[in-house]
Antibody, heavy 122, light 108 residues
Framework: EVQLVESGGRMVRPGGSLRLSCAASGFTFNDYGMSWVRQAPGKGLEWVSGTNWNGRSSTYADSVKGRFTISRDNAKNSLYLQMNSLRAEDTALYYC???????????????WGQGTLVTVSS | SYVLTQPPSVSVAPGQTARITCGGNNIGARRVHWYQQKPGQAPVLVVYDDRDRPSGIPDRFSASNSANTATLTINRVEAGDEADYYCQVWDSSSDHRVFGGGTQLTVL
């Protein structure tokens, strides 16, 4: 059974930093591209960042580019999101999500975690 | 960046057909995916690649994509279909994944 379990969310002050983690199990982690998707309270889904199977190709939404860094450790079956210079508008539930097989040419999210909540407030 | 436009809300009576649209410039040339999200739950993929359904998704859910509009159709709507629905595409020029703003489906 595919499982994605996020952790690391908490309240942080504006300008602060936070590192989110996503532990994956039930599939061969290094065969798949992974993404972070967030949802502000009462708002819609926003794709944040994605990375390919080996972490050497990553992309970012304009809203977080230069502040967030996505990475992965295939030996630990884990995905990460380093979040710096946090702003109030980064407050959201952050989901880890898996795409189809890397290289398949398909870019959608079959599996999602339950999310970890990040609150940016003074 | 590529923009997807969805109506904020759609209402339908039980047993009727709901249609949720997703507009985008020449969206017909892209693969569109649809998600269902119920309150307090993670999104669930209901349609991928314009019209394919993952296993476990009832055939009451179907979709189409042409020109500047993609459409998710839910036949014989049930109370349990009440949820937010999101369309999503991949923007090849930026390698970004893009979501529509979401549509709240209300079953009257």
């Amino acid at each position: 059974e595919v499982q994605l379990v996020e952790s690391g969310g908490r309240m942080v002050r504006p300008g602060g930093s936070l590192r989110l983690s996503c532990a994956a199990s039930g599939f061969t982690f290094n065969d798949y591209g992974m993404s972070w998707v967030r949802q502000a309270p009462g708002k819609g889904l926003e794709w944040v960042s994605g990375t390919n199977w080996n972490g050497r190709s990553s992309t970012y939404a304009d809203s977080v580019k230069g502040r967030f860094t996505i990475s992965r450790d295939n030996a630990k079956n884990s995905l990460y999101l380093q979040m710096n210079s946090l702003r109030a508008e980064d407050t959201a539930l952050y989901y880890c999500a898996r795409e189809p097989l890397d290289g398949s040419g398909h870019y959608y999210f079959v599996y999602w975690g339950q999310g970890t909540l990040v609150t940016v407030s003074s | 960046s590529y923009v997807l436009t969805q109506p904020p809300s759609v209402s339908v009576a039980p047993g009727q057909t709901a249609r949720i649209t997703c507009g985008g410039n020449n969206i017909g040339a892209r693969r569109v995916h649809w998600y269902q999200q119920k309150p307090g739950q993670a999104p669930v993929l209901v349609v991928y690649d314009d019209r394919d359904r993952p296993s476990g998704i009832p055939d009451r859910f179907s979709a189409s994509n042409s020109a500047n509009t993609a459409t998710l159709t839910i036949n014989r709507v049930e109370a349990g279909d009440e949820a937010d629905y999101y369309c999503q595409v991949w923007d090849s020029s930026s390698d970004h994944r893009v979501f529509g703003g979401g549509t709240q489906l209300t079953v009257l």
